[in-house]
Structures are given as structure tokens and as C-alpha cells.
């Protein structure tokens, strides 16, 4: 099957997935068990939307939240790409690195936004750099796992044309691992939300963190589920945007 | 010795290779390996798998050090080696696979080497995804572009389906009559070997000996037609004689 078609039928499975739940929850809640204290039903969820609107000041929670994530994802990419030289010398030194997550792989992955909450409080800035770091961890990861996996044949064939050290990581190594350096930003898109919800969770910034947490405290739990549909909405539309970029930009396999 | 180097072949001296195995324990994979490549040839070096074939061609191409023995020249070669999975790199097209080893080449130069390689009208495609033949005659274009004394082949045909290794054998023969290019080609192969070469060193393992060469007498301006020739089957008769005597048969392939 075409790549382009693949990509196309796990979207249209995502998006018919979301709409099947809506469908089934409508089922349930409005006709089969309407008035259960367990969910609320659909119209309650509707009818609490002006309320997610204004009271809870979703516009620019959101605004704060969606530019956490996309500008740490633009400026951790950035920032790979301008040190991409450095990291693949660093890997070449110290090849032992990519075994660090081993040892990092039972600890809380929370206890850094605790730590971060600990330090600078309720620092918006705070925030941004908790985004950006983890994204730089992530890719500079992948970047780094990924040089083992370039052919030989390839560095050898631009040794014997007489390409530098540098010119041979720039224009072969970094180009084979995009590829896959791109699909773990495709992957960890969904895993950068998370973290930064949790993150304004715990640090009470003023992100759609905030708003979980004061919808539990008032034991709003529509706003609860409005929040997390518009929330899965836009996080495929984001997923969406990221696979079209690879595959226009990223055409290649590794 | 003096007499061998001469500014028409590069002259290969007492080659050896050594590693230390898993264990500790030294291991020689080239031993002693003494050969000649000159210019106006195509030479071949025939040795079964695992024998040390790439290393020694690595090493002729300047990418490896031997543990012993040297090469002589009487100046520097500029050798660009094309390895066992054709290098063309899939995030360029064919144009910039062709600048990436020289950035200045442009115009009549270019085109000269798309039409010889035949992907003339083919300047814009991406090598992904497609075949082993168009991602070898990418290799090759690339090299050409690099203006080499020699081009080493390290076994390019050995994922190619008949057909394909069929019309780059023939490619490959005639970029060496009209360009006046040598290669060096490492095989396991003796058909693809009496083929393309003019020259034919034989090779055994463990160590990686040079036990014997022949030098081809078939015409220098030879078609696919030749390998059906009695000339062609006692060439490769001799060879496998060869190596039925020195026990390096095993491995070896006869086939197109």
C-alpha cells in the first residue's frame, strides 16, 4: 500500500475512533442510563461549555498550553538542528550515553515537573524551559540512538570523495537519522502535552492544567470530559500537521 | 622494485591485515598480498566470501590501514570506492548525488555523465525506493563526477536480479573503453570477474592469499555474447581449477 495512503486511513481511524466514542458516550448517557451520578450526560457536556468558555478563561489557558508545546517542539528542533555537529561528536565520545535512559527508566517521569514546580514556583518562564528541555532530551536522544544505524558503506563512500569529518556528519549522518529523529517528534507530540498538562497541574500555572485542576476541586467533571474531547481534537489535528511536514520535508527511510 | 612503480599502476606490497578476535587472540585476515593495478585495465580480485576482499579494497582506497606492507605509487591516485550497497543517498536527487562529490560540476560535464550512466532525463528523481541498477548507476555517475584515477568495486552486483547485472556489467565495461577509467572490481564471482576484467587475481582465505593471477585474453571490446564463448569457458575453467587445488572452492559462485 502507498505511504501516503497509510498515513490518510490511520488518520481517518483516529478521527472515526473519536467520533465512534462520542457516539456510543451519547448512547449511554443520554438515552440508556441518562442522570447517572457516574458520567454526566451529553447535554450536561454541552451545556457546559459557555461555562468552560468564560468562567474557567479557556481562550487564553489554551493560548498559554498550545504554545508551550509547539513553540518547545519548534525551538527543540532548532536547537537540534544548529548543535546537530556537537551531539553527533558527543555520541562519538561517549557511546555509553544511550544506555542512560536504562537507568532513568523507573524513576517518576512527574518528578520533574515537582522539581521544576520546587525551584521557580509558578514561573510562566519556567514552564516554556520545562517544555523546550524535554523535547531537546527527546530528540537529541533519538538523534544520537539513531548513528550506530547509518551504513558504512555510506561514510566510506564520502571518505574516499574526500568529505571532511564534519561534512560527513552535516550531509550523511544527520540526514539518514531524520527520519527517524522525526518520527519520535511525531511520537512524543502526544507524550509533550501530557507532561506540560501535568506540569501546570502540579505548578498551578495558568495553562488548561489549571483548569483539570479546579474542575476536580469544584467537582466539575463535565468540564472535565469537554476539555479532554477538545483536547484529543486538537492533538490529532497537531499530528496531523506534523505528518504532513515529514512527509513533505522527511521523505526518506532510514 | 624500481621498476614496478611507474606512473601507470599503482603497485600493492606485502599487505597484511591483523585483528584480535573476540578472545584476545590475533587473527590474519590479508597475509603477504602483493599485486599490481594499472591503468589501462580492469582488474579483478576473485576470493570466496569472508576472505578479506573489502578490507583490502578499503585499504587500496585509502579508507584503511594496513598492519603491514605498503602501497607504492609514483604519484598520489585519487581512488573512489562504490561498496556492496550502492551508496547513492536517498534524501538526494540524482543531480545532487553527482555534485555531492563534486559541487562545481555543471552544464555539458553534467550531462556528459547522466547520458553515459543513462539516467539522462532522470536528473530530478529520488533514489528511494528504487532499484539496486539505478542506485549503482547513481554510484558510479558520482564517482565518474569525482574524476578518479580508479574506480573500486567492492561485489556492486551482488543483490542485482540477472537482468540488471547483465546491462551493468556491460555499463560498467563500457565506461571503462570510452572513458579509459580503470577499476578494480572484488568478487565472488568468476563469470562477472572473466567478464569485466582484463586482469584477474585469485584469492584464497583464511588468510587472505593471493594464490595465482590470469590475464584475460578475450577482446578488450567484448559484448554478453562472450560469455557463451569456448574462450570464456576455459578462462573460468582454469579458475576453478585453481581453486580446487588450493581448497578455496567452497563459496564461490558460478552463476551470472
Redesign the interface.
Known amino acids: 500500500m502507498h505511504k501516503s495512503s497509510c498515513i490518510n486511513n490511520k488518520f481517518k481511524f483516529a478521527f472515526t475512533s473519536v467520533v465512534s466514542f462520542l457516539f456510543i458516550y451519547v448512547m449511554i448517557f443520554e438515552f440508556i442510563i441518562p442522570g447517572t451520578s457516574f458520567l454526566p450526560s451529553f447535554t450536561t457536556l454541552v451545556y457546559s461549555l459557555p461555562s468552560l468558555w468564560k468562567e474557567y478563561d479557556f481562550f487564553n489557558r489554551f493560548l498559554l498550553t498550545y504554545t508551550v508545546v509547539y513553540l518547545s517542539l519548534f525551538l527543540g528542533f532548532l536547537v537540534l538542528y544548529l548543535k546537530r555537529i556537537f551531539i553527533i561528536k558527543f555520541y562519538y565520545v561517549f557511546p555509553e550515553f544511550i544506555n542512560l535512559p536504562n537507568l532513568l527508566k523507573y524513576f517518576p517521569a512527574f518528578f520533574f515537573a515537582i522539581l521544576f514546580t520546587y525551584w521557580f514556583q509558578q514561573n510562566i518562564l519556567a514552564e516554556y524551559a520545562y517544555g523546550f528541555l524535554y523535547v531537546v532530551w527527546l530528540l537529541s536522544y533519538s538523534l544520537m540512538s539513531s548513528v550506530p544505524s547509518v ?4 561514510i ?6 574526500g568529505k571532511t569529518y564534519n561534512e560527513i556528519i552535516a ?2 549522518i544527520w ?2 537519522s ?1 527520519p527517524k529523529v522525526f518520527k519520535r517528534l511525531e511520537d512524543s507530540h502526544y507524550l509533550l502535552w501530557v507532561i506540560v498538562l501535568i506540569y501546570e497541574f502540579i505548578a498551578e500555572t495558568n495553562g488548561l492544567g489549571l483548569i483539570y485542576k479546579k474542575a476536580l476541586n469544584y467537582n466539575d467533571i463535565s468540564v472535565v470530559l469537554d476539555l479532554a474531547v477538545i483536547l484529543s481534537f486538537v492533538m490529532l489535528f497537531g499530528k496531523m500537521v506534523l505528518s504532513a511536514i515529514k512527509k513533505r520535508f522527511v ?3 532510514s | 622494485m624500481g621498476e614496478l612503480i611507474n606512473e601507470n599502476r599503482i603497485y600493492i606490497k606485502d599487505i597484511s591485515k591483523e585483528y584480535k578476535d573476540e578472545f584476545g587472540f590475533k587473527v590474519s585476515l590479508l597475509k603477504n598480498i602483493t599485486l599490481s593495478l594499472e591503468i589501462d585495465k580492469v582488474t579483478s580480485i576473485i576470493a570466496p566470501e569472508g576472505s578479506g576482499k573489502t578490507s583490502l579494497l ?1 585499504i587500496i ?3 584503511d590501514n594496513p598492519t603491514g606492507g605498503g602501497i607504492n605509487y609514483h604519484h598520489h591516485f585519487k ?7 550502492s ?1 547513492s ?3 538526494m536527487t540524482v543531480v545532487e548525488n553527482i555534485k ?2 563534486r559541487p562545481d560540476i555543471s552544464g555539458e560535464n553534467l550531462n556528459a555523465i547522466l547520458e553515459l550512466i543513462g539516467l539522462d532525463g532522470y536528473e530530478n528523481h ?1 533514489p ?2 528504487k532499484s539496486t541498477g539505478f542506485r549503482y548507476r547513481i ?1 558510479l555517475g ?1 564517482a565518474l563526477a ?1 574524476n578518479p584515477d580508479f574506480i ?1 568495486l567492492d561485489e556492486p552486483f551482488l543483490n542485482m536480479d540477472i537482468e540488471t547485472k547483465e546491462e551493468c556489467y556491460q555499463l560498467t565495461r563500457d565506461i571503462f573503453l570510452q572513458k579509459n577509467i580503470p577499476f578494480v572490481l572484488g568478487t565472488n564471482n568468476i563469470t562477472e570477474a572473466v567478464f569485466l576484467s582484463d586482469k584477474i587475481y585469485l584469492m584464497k582465505k583464511n588468510p587472505g592469499e593471493i594464490i595465482d593471477f590470469v590475464d584475460n585474453t578475450l577482446p578488450k571490446n567484448r559484448n554478453l555474447n562472450s560469455i557463451t564463448s569456448s574462450q570464456f569457458n576455459e578462462i573460468r575453467v582454469s579458475i576453478e581449477e585453481t581453486f580446487k587445488m588450493k581448497e578455496s572452492y567452497k563459496s564461490l559462485n558460478f552463476s551470472i
Do not use: V, Y
Not at chain 1, 151 to 154: K, M, N, V
Not at chain 1, 156 to 161: G, Q, Y
Not at chain 2, 79 to 85: A, E, G, K, R, Y
Open positions: 551504513p558504512q558503506e555510506f566510506d563512500s564520502a571518505k574516499t570523495m550531509q550523511i540526514k539518514h531524520l521523505f526518506w527511510e | 578499503k582506497a585509502g579508507i581512488n573512489i570506492c562504490i561498496p556492496t550497497i551508496s543517498f536517498p534524501w555531492f562529490a529520488i528511494n525506493n554510484s558520482r569525482a573500486i
